[in-house]
């Protein structure tokens, strides 16, 4: 069963708009989540996180939002840039012992057109 | 700066064989994480090693086996090869406590090994 969830196989934007990126999850003991980028043929790139106690986190073009009543997140891109596109894949964890392994969804293709 | 390296980036193996796949972490980075990504899927968890210790343990088949040494890099040991384990392979890493400001325990990937089982 899918813990982490995103509903969006693909999304296209156009330069210079934002690009909203949705992200559900189903375990509610997951403490931090995180973004990724990936190119074809590289690995995930780190974006953004953010912890379960807090509800924003900004850098950059880059925000991630976090609804915990509603076990949703969102990354949002403005303004949008062709370099931009890629896979996202928003990944969680459940904190357990000293470290804990990332739960990814199945990522969302952005398309960002000039 | 110094990024997750991963050797080979390409490996072609045929069924029954065996494969190792080697993880050099970021400098300073004590955690070292294993991900199995096939075709169109989203990368699954495998295993990891805080402090050379297995600390996790995911999907990971009897068939294979991974360990952290003293200088902190990893090896995943893959044996018995079938077509199924044809995919990618990241290993990725992290500083436990880190103070980066990019979040506790952010794990950076490498570029990945395409494995191949004929």
């Known amino acids: 069963d899918q813990q982490v969830k995103q509903n969006s196989p693909s999304l296209s934007v156009q330069e210079g708009r934002i690009s909203i990126l949705n992200c559900d999850y189903t375990n509610s003991m997951f403490d931090y989540f995180l973004w990724y980028k990936k190119y074809p043929a590289e690995g995930p790139t780190f974006l953004i996180s953010?912890?379960?106690?807090?509800d924003k986190n900004e850098d950059g073009r880059f925000t991630v939002f976090l609804n915990k009543s509603a076990k949703h997140l969102s990354l949002h891109i403005v303004p949008s840039q062709p370099g931009d596109s890629a896979v996202y894949f928003c990944a969680a964890r459940v904190y357990g012992g000293s470290q804990g392994n990332l739960i990814f969804g199945k990522g969302t293709k952005l398309s960002v057109k000039p | 700066a110094a990024g997750v390296i991963q050797s080979p980036r390409h490996l072609i193996k045929e069924k029954r064989e065996t494969a190792t796949l080697k993880c050099y972490p970021i400098?300073?980075?004590?955690?070292v994480y294993w991900y199995q990504q096939g075709p169109g899927q989203d990368p699954q968890f495998l295993i990891s090693f805080y402090e050379k210790m297995q600390s996790d343990k995911g999907s990971i088949p009897d068939r294979f086996s991974a360990q952290q040494f003293s200088d902190y890099h990893s090896e995943l040991n893959m044996s018995s090869l079938e077509l199924g384990d044809s995919a990618l392979y990241f290993c990725?890493?992290?500083?436990?406590?880190?103070?980066?400001?990019?979040?506790?325990?952010?794990?950076?990937f490498g570029p990945g090994t395409r494995l191949t089982v004929l």
């Open positions: 400098p300073r980075h004590d955690t």
């Open positions: 990725a890493s992290s500083f436990a406590g880190t103070g980066s400001g990019k979040g506790v325990d952010t794990q950076y």
């Open positions: 953010i912890s379960s106690i807090k």
